[in-house]
């Protein structure tokens, strides 16, 4: 199982198959993508090699992320391939919800288990002043034809926003009332194209927990394959509600994920430094040459990020991967 040497156990691989993104959000890509690097992407046998090499070392989740994982045409077989790999329990996807309503059913047949869709607000003229897309309605029936379809999770991901979360936050309770959906509540994070805009929006995570706590909210435990959020349930509600906290003191104390970029780099941490290449070992199709890269690069994460010092490492913008 790959270890770290502060006793972190790693069993979740956030894989990104692509950087581009048609969306233009305000936190992460407001101009659009651009095309300022290579769009040499892994192929599909570097996806295998590099899926098998997680597996062999005791990874038993993977979330598939961008960027936009969907305007990859292969997608449908890089979820299968993930879901019929032995020792892999959970296969994930995040995505913007641009293709939801038409695909879900073909990525659910493929073997995606768990959903998650980015919407950070539900209403229209927020959403398209957000996103730059009109297609809210499109992705909100998308998300509950998820739900009819019986995948084990789904989840709405919403990035707090100071100039538009407080006004909302009732209509995204209203929203899990009677859907068994859980709104995944992120803190907006720094990256190195956004400080300006961090320093406008950001709001804290505090804020929402105090609201839970007043409405007679109550802190979920957390499952071991889960992702970093607190989740809150009430008895009222078919809903529940996460909270991602990167700013709160001791984030990473449980962290259990590595990343994979579209580009074949290791990552450590969302805002490490450039990233380890595994090129090498997955063109050839390696699999044991890609377990020692990875067992040898447990020995040098660091225990925390740097985020309170304003140190966002490589990650120019968060479509780089996949947040």
């Known amino acids: 199982m790959l270890t770290d ?16 993104c ?16 290579s769009r040499d992407f892994l192929s599909m046998l570097e996806i295998k090699t590099l899926v098998s090499a997680f597996a062999e070392l005791g990874t038993k989740k993977i979330r598939i992320t961008g960027g936009e994982p969907s305007l990859r045409k292969d997608l449908p077989d890089i979820i299968e391939f ?39 607000s539900i209403d229209p003229r927020a959403f398209e002043s957000i996103t730059g897309s009109k297609q809210l309605t499109s992705i909100l029936d998308g998300i509950d034809k998820a739900t009819a379809l019986g995948l084990q999770e789904v989840k709405l991901n919403a990035v707090l926003l100071k100039d538009y979360t407080p006004q909302q936050l009732d209509a995204f309770f209203k929203y899990i009332k009677s859907r068994p959906i859980s709104i995944r509540f992120i ?8 400080a300006e805009y961090f320093e406008k929006n950001h709001l804290s995570g505090a804020f929402i927990q105090t609201q839970l706590f007043s409405r007679g909210w109550i802190e979920e435990p957390r499952d071991a394959l889960a992702g970093p959020a607190k989740v809150y349930k009430h008895p009222d509600y078919a809903g529940s509600i996460g909270l991602i906290m990167p700013y709160a003191k001791d984030f990473c104390n449980t962290c259990n994920r590595l990343r994979v970029s579209a580009l074949g780099k290791l990552h450590l941490c969302l805002f490490a430094e450039q990233g380890i290449s595994l090129r090498q070992s997955l063109i050839s199709g390696d699999i044991e040459a890609t377990t020692r890269v990875l067992q040898n690069a447990m020995g040098i994460k660091k225990l925390s990020h740097e985020l309170h010092e304003r140190f966002t490492g490589a990650t120019t913008h968060l479509a780089m991967l996949g947040g």
Request: proline letters at 3%; charged letters at 25%; one cysteine or more.
């Open 5 to 20: 040497n502060f006793g972190r156990k790693f069993e979740y691989l956030r894989l990104s198959i692509t950087d581009v």
């Open 22 to 37: 048609n969306f233009r959000c305000d936190y992460c890509l407001p101009d659009g993508y651009q095309c300022g690097s």
């Open 82 to 120: 993930c879901a019929h790999t032995p020792g892999i329990e959970r296969v994930a996807l995040t995505t913007n919800g641009y293709k939801l309503e038409r695909d879900i059913q073909t990525w659910r047949d493929a073997g995606l288990t768990h959903l998650n869709v980015s919407v950070d």
């Open 187 to 194: 803190e907006l994070m720094e990256t190195g194209d956004n």
